[in-house]
DNA sequence: GAATGTTTAGCAATCG
DNA sequence: CGATTGCTAAACATTC
């Protein structure tokens, strides 16, 4: 394993990652913009193969595919329904790695039945699950996955109730035969859940009840087929609260309406220690656990790595700019770089997703990237920081081409909406994102040559 | 009245 | 064991 300490390694080492997956005649017309979803206008959820993959065909795209549910291959890859999932609990006979079937258009998954505990045994077979026909097996998705399947699935850039409702009952055949209750909870998550937003149908529009659409500041929340579940560190909100103004964005950071929410006593714990707030730990857990990397990189323990100088090497795709600096200036942890910070009750927060444009800051001209707003009160260490990083340059660039919509390329519904509002930022959680596709095209590790 | 939307409350599973 | 998360149930309001 070679040792990079050096930025011009790093550097290079950035570079060589780029040209390798923003040039190509395959990569380059699909790599341009990492928030783009027009790739996924094609998409069918039906009809996704995720091992049919093109390898190269564009990062970004395995990259959505993956956040939206498309896990690669089965075996352990980091699709399992979370376990947190209470919905996968109801489907105790194929606990395991849902795996869209390419070779039939029927909402088939195939499970390897596994342990509780996540691990796949050792020669179990798997077993086919076909939700459009099978009643009796619950899907092993959450309402909130649910509910962003149908609205994807409906490539409308709103959908109401009824569609989500006709959607869910037409491809899984669970809730045509269950109660009705489950409607309920589908009204229910809508309302409460952040990440779905309502559209007033307008006055002249007939019709019974508004439309829905995911929140484009929510449309990454999508991991490995289900919702991502983001617990935050509570001292996320006391600091986001001082930000959230200059961003545009609710004083609340909860993606829950907490407005709506009764005010529990704050009786919880303080900061649970060793939580990261930006990353999905159940989410990212499996094929590499991205956590525990970069809480590891936060902290300045970059041994993970085997001396990899993996703090560098991020600094020069625009990963981390600060982050690096936060460990050297010792505050390590995201949670402890968010400050002391309050405590949502049950309801209030929650699904607990991080509020990540909070996190955002300018990374070129537009897209967001650094993390500058986290922590204002740094910014004489962020010029220092400036200074260290001559190469910031590339991330300019870098942001360009990720900003960059290609000609012709549709709009998606929630960039419709987006007019009146900020440009979607890159953010930290999408270049988290990046960072994840860049590791995971690294695995295994012994590959780090290729870019050097 | 039915459909839709909001809110509250409680339970259970999971996680650290 | 406490906190988090997702689900369920229910009451209530609003709209068509």
Not at 90 to 102: E, I, T
Request: glycine letters at 6%; proline letters at 7%.
């Amino acid at each position: 394993m070679p040792v990079l300490t050096s930025p011009e390694i790093a550097s290079k080492f950035a570079g060589k990652w780029m040209d390798q997956t923003m040039s190509g005649p395959e990569c380059a017309p699909q790599d341009d913009s990492l928030t783009s979803l027009h790739w996924l206008q094609n998409f069918s959820i039906l009809s996704a193969d995720p091992e049919r993959t093109n390898t190269c065909g564009s990062i970004q795209q395995q990259q959505y595919l993956k956040r939206f549910g498309f896990p690669k291959g089965g075996s352990d890859s980091p699709s399992s329904p979370p376990a947190g999932d209470t919905a996968a609990t109801g489907m105790p006979l194929y606990l395991g790695s849902p795996v869209m079937s390419g070779s039939d258009s029927s909402m088939t998954h195939r499970f390897t039945s596994c342990a509780r505990n996540g691990f796949p045994p050792q020669d179990s077979p798997q077993v086919e699950v076909d939700y459009k026909t099978n009643h009796k097996v619950k899907p092993p998705y959450s309402y909130a996955s649910l509910i962003c399947m149908a609205m994807q699935a409906s490539k409308q850039p709103k959908v109401t109730l009824s569609t989500i409702y006709n959607w869910i009952t037409d491809n899984f055949c669970y809730y045509r035969h269950a109660e009705p209750s489950w409607q309920n909870s589908i009204r229910h998550n809508l309302s409460l859940n952040k990440c779905f937003k309502k559209v007033p149908r307008q006055k002249d529009e007939p019709g019974k009840g508004g439309f829905w659409q995911i929140d484009p500041q929510y449309a990454d929340m999508f991991v490995n087929g289900i919702f991502k579940r983001r617990r935050m560190s509570a001292n996320h909100y006391s600091n986001s609260a001082n930000r959230q103004n200059k961003l545009g964005y609710p004083q609340n950071g909860c993606p829950y309406q907490t407005s709506k929410r009764k005010q529990l006593p704050n009786k919880n714990k303080a900061t649970r220690a060793g939580e990261s707030p930006l990353l999905a730990t159940q989410a990212l857990r499996g094929d590499f656990d991205l956590t525990s990397m970069f809480d590891d990189v936060l902290s300045g323990n970059c041994s993970t790595f085997e001396d990899l100088d993996i703090n560098t090497a991020l600094s020069s795709l625009g990963c981390d700019l600060e982050v690096s600096v936060q460990s050297r200036q010792g505050l390590g942890r995201w949670d402890q770089m968010m400050g002391q910070g309050q405590h949502l009750n049950h309801h209030q927060s929650y699904t607990g997703y991080v509020d990540v444009p909070t996190m955002e800051c300018v990374m070129g001209n537009n897209n967001m990237v650094d993390l500058h707003h986290l922590h204002q009160q740094q910014i004489e260490q962020d010029h220092l920081l400036q200074n260290q990083h001559p190469h910031l340059q590339q991330y300019d660039e870098a942001a360009a081409l990720f900003s960059e919509r290609p000609e012709g390329a549709v709009l998606q519904p929630w960039e419709e909406i987006k007019e009146e509002e900020q440009p979607i930022p890159l953010t930290l959680d999408q270049s988290f994102g990046l960072c994840e596709g860049f590791f995971t095209e690294m695995q295994p590790w012994q590959n780090v040559e290729v870019y050097l």
